[in-house]
């Protein structure tokens, strides 16, 4: 994970997009953050990690 980030990167990895806003309707309060950084932390390019160990992926 990189761990020197311009102000201008953060706001385009980490921040929620408006077609990933109807992901967000079911879920509240921590449920929620939790999920937006799963799925922000997906997108980054060391997501292959995750994919590798199936981090995300539900039996």
């Not at 921590?30 to 539900?58: C, E, P, Q």
Request: net charge positive.
């Amino acid at each position: 994970m990189k761990r020197k980030w311009h102000p201008e990167e953060l706001l385009e990895h980490w921040s929620i997009q408006p077609d990933e806003e109807h992901l967000l309707s079911r879920r509240q309060g921590a449920n929620r953050l939790g999920f937006v950084l799963l799925l922000k932390f997906s997108n980054t390019k060391d997501a292959s990690l995750n994919r590798s160990m199936r981090f995300l992926v539900w039996p």
